[in-house]
């Protein structure tokens, strides 16, 4: 009998090791770093990135920032390396492990247009002709043009135009696009 | 901030240390008590264990494939 | 005795028949349980695949966005197809090998009816954007934990047949049972806990979690259905039992702490990325001494791989065992990870291990354990061997050519000078040539969920004797 409980405490302890190495040690390190940092996150940017999780953009998108000499980030104007300060803790963590998009740490610096990402949104090929990205039409309402006076549409190239109607986009559009817009990397770095 | 990173980087050093002290230290007791317990003493024993009386070595199972009936060859 | 049906058969306890009689009900409600959420998986994979390269395709509905089913497609192939059928060839072997009757069989069956019901209230939460959001947990905490408990609930099984057992020694193959069994209910409780809610501590959970949930649930199990099935079906011991602790040690030792090297690049501190990277490379001890283990065992037996249906599945997966967990190796280098990491050569490796190894050495489980189970036969060699070639190509067509875009398109990441957007078209060929090997690999499915169907109602013709036993057993003993 004295084998089996050896047994089962080797199991045991070998993953008890690795779990407090690699959860509980890098939360005693990095969780003082992110104590005290003003962040500052309005209504509009958690709902945004709460529907940022729901349509799972962290499939294709990464945020996280590779230094500068470590692949082509930098070179890319995707800003400086990310550091566990950027995050304004907003969980769960959208890091990502997939570039079939680009890196959107940086997305409101480089595209600060709220237009073109209400376009971008509801017809990615719209805007990037070559584009693999999926559209997100329930994010946007389709009404008459004459309905909803003093509003005004979403500007679609003529190709992608719905005659006598217009496009609006609805709060999640803009709680998702507020969410976009906040994200900038082009702030200096705490280190 | 170069002074707390450098506490928190000689702070991992050490509690590495520790760490694979206290596992080297425990594999080494481990291994010991293994070795004089006598479980090495006859190690492959325990490669007879799939094998039964019903179903013995020596003797291929699962051979579906077998039959002649298959004539077209596939691999 | 002319036949070895069970009327006729020694069904003293402990006989090979009487363990196989009470493993039955519970071995095939969650076998079977697996095929369909493998069928299902599979549907979503193709839906996922395809609006890789048509993205407008189904664009309208929201619960089939890209986003949507992808998780989905990952989270019923591992928690349901995997796992499930996983945990019933674990409860089969250990039955097996401990000599002992599968205990606590009603509990076992109500709790794969309640790991059933989790997924599908799983699924219509992912499809209705109730995600938690983390690659490998999108089931929210609460579906994750019934399903967790469930799977700790057969854990208490196999820990009542490992303290019951009526042999003296332990083979290879329970030590890794065992060990999936107490490592998968650890890593779905601490991964469910809300102690991770900072945004950076909570990746490296994430990946922690995801990399074990690979290395410490399926690959224990899958090395145990290796540790048993090739020496049983070549009739042959393996070859050395000291090799296969080493293995064993050198797997609980090292695949713990791989999961950082998802990170290489993230804003992790280092050390703890360098730390994974250490292990990932170390894992090449307990890789190597798998190979040489499996590969001494069968040398010279490459007749009983053709004859055996069971085998050639087993040998394909322990082979790309030891392809993907060395290229793994590889990939956790820096220079190397600087290329490949965040491009599709990562998902083609991640299809390796998970349907390559493991979806192969399920399959060929089944194989084995079904007719033994049912007492019955396949109903067709021919639908088993075309059930294997569409697979095998299938992921071979699906992941070989998929690597090599993944890597030409990290190339052209890190070249400053190509448009972002060249590095996306340049691999929609690669994407489309996974949409064709996607069909394929789901024709074979739909092959093998009608060859399960056949053998489990028991329909279609009865041999005397069925032919994937051992038909020469009673020449052979008497």
Redo the contacts between chains.
Sequence with gaps: MI?NW?LLF?IV?MFA?AMV?LTI?PKI?VDPRVEEVDFGNTFEIVQGHAIYVREGCIYCHSMQVRPEGFGADFERGWGRASEVEDYRNLTPHLLGTMRTGPDLSNIGARQPSADWHYTHLFQPRSMLPGSIMPPYPWLFEVVNEDARPGRQGINLPEAYRIPGKKVLPTDEARYLVAFLLSLNQETPG?? | ?LLE?SI??SA?IW??LL?SLL?IV?GIA?FS?AWLSG??DD??????????E??????????????EE?THS?? | MSTTHFSEI?SSAQ??RFLDEKARNVVLFLIVSGVFWLLFGSLLALLASIKMHAPDWLGQWSFLTFGRVRPLHLNTMVYGWASMTGAGVALWLLS??LRVAIPMRPYIAGVTVIWNLALVVGSFQILAGYTRGIEWLEFPVSTMIVIVWCILVIGIAAMLMLFNRN?Q????SVWYLIAAFLWLPLLGGVSSLPIFNTPTVQAGMNWWFAHNALGLWFTPIGLAAAY?FI????????Y???LS?LGFWGLALFYNWNGFHHLIGSPL?T?FIT?SIAASVMMIIPVIVVAVNHHMTIVG?FS?V??????RFVVFAAMSYTFVSLQGSIQALRSVNEVIHFTHFVVAHAHIGMYAFVTMMLFGSC??ILPRLTNWE?QS?KL??LHFWLTALGIILYTFPLQVGGVLQGLAMNNPDITFSDTVTMTIPYLITRSVAGVMLTAGHLIFAYLVIRIVARVGLRPAVP???????EE??S
């Design positions: 084998r050896i080797g302890a090791a190495g040690l390190v705490v280190d | 901030m990173q928190s980087v991992g509690i590495l760490f596992i425990s481990l008590w479980q090495f190690i492959n024993k325990g490669a007879q264990l799939p094998f039964t019903e179903e013995p070595a020596g003797e291929p199972t699962d051979q579906l494939f077998k039959p298959e596939d691999k | 020694d006989s090979i097996r090998m042999v020694t332990l083979y290879v048993y020496p049983k079906v070549i009739g042959r011991p393996i050395s039992y000291g602790l501190p050390w730390i037996s009983a053709k004859y055996s249906p069971t085998l194989y084995y396949w060699g088993i061997k032919e994937s036993w051992n038909p020469k057993l052979a003993r």
